[in-house]
């Protein structure tokens, strides 16, 4: 049935996920965009906390965990983003329905591997002001980065587990700006575009083992060195008339000089400690830290902000009442939930644009199988309305679904 079902998505997914506007963040102007993949519904349902090992759920966020999967695992995963933006004098409201991410994960003894698609960011933004002299400014956006992995662990011990992850990053981003003074016919338009090429690496280190009776520590590494995306620019300057509809009608079109440029994909380092029970309860925290001070902007000429280091603190954790019950379907469910707050890197006429949220989700086991459903939620708010900037309070709803299979593993009886 798994392998129905993985070939009816492969197919699915290469219709629609290149076409997909994953946000409507204003912030997702600056950089790379607005980052959508932010790991699994099972791992964003604790806040985003990765360090532990799971033989049924893919880690995508640390790649030592795949030396722990025991049957080939298929996951994909959705979400739907409801966001209401507020400035200091308008709120406004926006959603957004996206696929999070498709992976297969395979167990080969002491080794696992992983490969699959996921949609890094998105930029997809709609803005528009009048000045004092009635001079209308718009603003647009859309596009996206996508990434292609493949990933390798190995299990060097019951305790220790080591794997690497190498991604290829590819996409395309147009941004348009628009000016129509008041009183003039024809205004104008600045559209840029950039083809999105580049590869980065993440490794991964894990650690499990048993104190004090029945009970476990767990402990999660990765670090990802500085790579960098390559942009290929290209810009239009043309004259238009101001359309309600929005559509564009074009009289004269020129080319302008946009260099290509780069942008430096900072290095990554995350580290976290828990405690637990397998299969029972397990609680832990983790830290993330992002050399962002080094990201830079598509082009060289966008200067309302500055980029700094970024830091993310998460708690999160998961009970289960009796993982093995044959009488009671409630007990197992596996109850998640937990907390982060982030910097994001951003400085935005002076501003740090902050971002937290509180998260909660639930497993759903299928009968009969190892596979589940997990539903989780996040509640959230990021940005400010001081110096005219945007504060975002934001509902994430996500659904992943994760299905187990035994493929390779030879049949004593046919």
């Known amino acids: 049935m798994i392998k129905k079902i993985f070939v009816f998505v492969c197919f699915t997914i290469s219709f629609t996920t290149f076409a997909q506007e994953g946000t409507s963040s204003p912030y997702s102007f600056y950089g790379i965009g607005d980052v959508k993949f932010k790991g699994t519904t099972e791992n964003r349902s604790m806040g985003g906390l990765s360090i532990f090992k799971d033989s049924i759920h893919l880690n995508l966020q640390n790649p030592a965990s795949l030396s722990n999967i025991k049957q080939t695992t298929f996951t994909v995963g959705a979400n739907t983003n409801t966001t209401i933006v507020n400035t200091a004098t308008i709120d406004d409201k926006t959603k957004r329905t996206t696929l999070d991410y498709f992976a297969v994960g395979l167990p080969l003894g002491k080794i696992g591997v992983s490969f699959g698609l996921l949609p890094y960011s998105s930029i997809g933004y709609r803005v528009q002001s009048t000045d004092d002299a009635n001079t209308l400014r718009k603003f647009n956006g859309k596009g996206s980065i996508n990434k292609v992995y493949i990933g390798m662990a190995y299990e060097l011990s019951k305790t220790w587990s080591v794997g690497a992850t190498i991604d290829y990053n ?8 628009y000016l129509f003074p008041d009183q003039i016919a ?11 090429r580049g590869a980065t690496i993440t490794t991964g280190l894990m650690y499990q083992s048993n104190f004090k009776g029945k009970k476990q520590i767990f402990g999660g590494f990765t670090f990802s060195p500085e790579t960098t995306l390559n942009f290929n620019n290209t810009r239009t300057i043309a004259t238009l008339p101001y359309s309600i509809s929005g559509t564009d009608v074009i009289y004269d079109v020129i080319d302008a000089q946009a260099p290509n440029n780069s942008i430096k994909m900072p290095t990554k380092i995350t580290a976290g400690l828990g405690v637990g029970v397998l299969r029972k309860w397990q609680i832990g925290a983790q830290v993330d830290w992002q050399q962002s001070s080094k990201m830079g902007n598509r082009f060289n000429d966008i200067d309302q902000i500055v980029f700094e280091n970024a830091t993310k603190f998460v708690v999160g954790g998961l009970y289960i009442n009796k993982y093995n019950s044959f009488t009671s379907y409630l007990d197992r469910i596996v109850i998640r939930g937990g907390f982060y707050f982030q910097n994001t890197g951003m400085v935005i006429n002076g501003q740090s644009i ?22 989780g939620m996040e509640f959230g708010k990021r940005g400010t309305t001081n110096a005219g900037l945007i504060e975002e309070n934001y509902t994430n709803i996500h659904i992943g679904l994760s299905f187990n299979d035994l493929w390779f593993k030879k049949r004593k009886y046919e």
């Open 186 to 196: 024809l205004g104008t338009r600045e559209q840029n575009t950039s083809n999105v």
């Open 354 to 375: 902050k971002d937290r949220a509180f998260t909660a989700g639930l497993g759903l086991p299928l009968y009969g199988t190892f596979s589940n459903i997990n539903i």
């Open 170 to 177: 590819f996409g395309n981003i147009t941004t348009n700006s």
